[in-house]
């Protein structure tokens, strides 16, 4: 399978993941959505994300397929985003700005025209993942809050007088507030749905970021395989494939690409040739002293068999 359908492929996961995401189940049996609320924030946290991790970066879509590229990569960010965040609660700030830090983070030297779902990335949606069921299961046994806690000593004491005080209950809820329905919430079905929902918009996303680098690297394969062979195989070893990305060669125009290449490929040999005649103006000096570094060295530069040890 070539990288092109991959990208259409991990785009379909990433639609189906996102429409398993969006339904639940009520109490009649009914299937429902989980309301455009967690959609939104979904969708205002992947622009942010999308944005923050942009900043810089020159590539564009350069064809239909990179357009669909892009735009389901925003969707299915906006879709998982929506899929584990609760769309009420105190938590929900602290989640938004944890998730924003992980999508945006990067190490310094990698380039990228969007934001990268890593593997803290992930953990951190899983968890607030499971934060949600715990907090649909929680409504679809009637019981509005996250967790009730019986206050030490006090609830040993056999008095109704002291009930109100025998427990304390952390945060409430309504199902309003968490998008749960009317009717109530059938949870096996409802985790059944959210869960394949999240591993295939996760799944969709990671194979789509691989596949799109995988056509990005066919593209510029295809651009230096223009020349004629002795000359495609030279520029190859000197701009080897693994560089490709960060040397800034993904998601540039055909035209930009060519230029981008000719620039590299001069440095290239700029550097060689000055290393070249370096290495010919350099005297080959006579250690006064034994020098086993030294030694070693001046063999591995002057391309000689080093002597046998012997036994």
């Known amino acids: 399978m070539n990288a092109a359908s991959q990208l259409g492929y991990s785009c379909l996961l990433i639609a189906i993941g996102g429409l398993l995401l969006a339904l639940q189940l009520d109490g009649d049996g009914a299937v429902v959505g989980t309301g455009y609320a967690p959609l939104g924030i979904g969708a205002?946290?992947?622009l942010a994300a999308t944005l923050l991790a942009s900043a810089g970066s020159t590539t564009l879509p350069r064809d239909g397929l990179d357009v669909l590229s892009s735009a389901s990569a925003f969707l299915g960010l906006a879709f998982l985003v929506a899929g584990v965040l609760a769309p009420g609660g105190s938590w929900l700030f602290f989640e938004v700005f944890i998730?924003?830090?992980?999508?945006?983070?990067?190490?310094?030297?990698?380039?990228s025209s969007g934001p990268i779902l890593t593997s803290g990335a992930c953990v951190a949606l899983a968890l607030m993942?499971?934060?949600?069921?715990?907090?649909?299961?929680?409504?679809?046994?009637?019981?509005?809050?996250?967790?009730?806690?019986?206050?030490?000593?006090?609830?040993?004491?056999?008095?109704?007088?002291?009930?109100?005080?025998?427990t304390i209950q952390?945060?409430?809820?309504?199902?309003?507030?968490?998008?749960?329905?009317?009717?109530?919430?059938?949870?096996?079905?409802?985790?059944a749905l959210w869960s394949c929902g999240f591993a295939a918009v996760t799944s969709?996303?990671?194979?789509?970021?691989?596949?799109?680098?995988?056509?990005e690297n066919d593209r510029i394969h295809a651009t230096i395989q223009t020349l004629p062979g002795a000359l495609a195989r030279l520029v190859e070893r000197l701009i080897p494939e693994e560089d490709w990305k960060r040397l800034g060669l993904h998601g540039l125009s055909e035209r930009v690409r060519c230029k981008r290449i000719e620039m590299l490929?001069?440095?290239?040999?700029?550097?060689?040739?000055?290393?070249?005649?370096?290495?010919?103006?350099?005297?080959?000096?006579?250690?006064?002293?034994?020098n086993a570094f030294a030694a070693q060295i001046e063999i591995a530069i002057q391309g000689e068999t080093p002597p046998n040890p012997g036994p």
Do not use: C, H
Request: charged share 25%.
């Open 44 to 46: 205002v946290v992947a």
């Open 99 to 111: 998730l924003l830090w992980l999508l945006t983070r990067r190490a310094p030297q990698e380039k």
């Open 129 to 166: 993942l499971l934060l949600r069921l715990w907090i649909a299961y929680q409504g679809s046994e009637n019981r509005w809050q996250l967790m009730e806690i019986s206050v030490p000593l006090i609830s040993w004491i056999p008095w109704s007088l002291l009930d109100p005080i025998k």
């Open 170 to 191: 952390l945060g409430s809820f309504d199902p309003t507030e968490m998008g749960l329905p009317a009717t109530g919430m059938r949870f096996g079905p409802t985790l």
């Open 204 to 215: 969709g996303l990671i194979w789509r970021s691989r596949a799109a680098y995988e056509m």
């Open 265 to 290: 490929v001069e440095k290239e040999m700029r550097g060689r040739r000055e290393f070249d005649t370096l290495l010919r103006r350099t005297p080959n000096l006579q250690l006064q002293k034994p």
